[in-house]
């Protein structure tokens, strides 16, 4: 099927960066990268976790940045105080 579609220029710049370094066709890279993408999720590949311990109920709403953060103050007024 022959159609017109417009691309991101960032994405442009990985497609062509792709055919550079493969060699194949522009078109060829383009339905492979679609073929990849959306085969991932049509074949329902599920993710396993890399622990087994399930994640604190307590800790799912967080914001883990502000969270390391108020960790690493805990840590360094424990340190002062020794």
Do not use: C, Y
């Amino acid at each position: 099927m022959r159609t017109t579609i417009t691309i991101d220029a960032d994405t442009e710049a990985l497609l062509r960066h792709e055919v550079e370094r493969t060699g194949l066709s522009f078109k060829v890279v383009l339905n492979q990268a679609i073929k990849r993408a959306l085969g991932r999720r049509a074949s329902g590949v599920q993710l396993q976790p890399l622990f087994s311990a399930p994640f604190p109920p307590e800790l799912a709403q967080q914001s883990f940045n502000r969270l390391a953060a108020e960790w690493d103050d805990e840590a360094t007024v424990r340190e002062m105080g020794s």
